[in-house]
């Protein structure tokens, strides 16, 4: 018997049929674009009068380095 670990199996989406691999991954494609959870907001952009959140803390992180230049600043909403 070969079975996947959670992190490499691959889910269909049955709201959209998308085909995803990996457990957390798929919470995270059904967070975002189906239930439109977004946990991690952005500080900078708050206190700039715009609000930007994300589904994930690696695209929070991704978000802040590249747009804000900073490391590691990452709130939870």
């Not at 079975?3 to 957390?24: D, H, K, L, M, T």
């Not at 952005?42 to 929070?60: L, N």
């Amino acid at each position: 018997m070969n079975e996947q670990s959670p992190s490499s199996a691959v889910f269909r989406c049955n709201e959209c049929s998308a085909i995803i691999e990996g457990e957390s991954s798929f919470w995270n494609h059904l967070s975002a674009l189906h239930l439109k959870y977004f946990p991690y907001r952005c500080d900078y952009c708050v206190e700039a009068d715009e609000i930007h959140f994300t589904a994930t803390e690696d695209t929070m992180k991704k978000h802040t380095e590249n747009i804000h230049g900073v490391k590691d600043l990452v709130s939870q909403f």
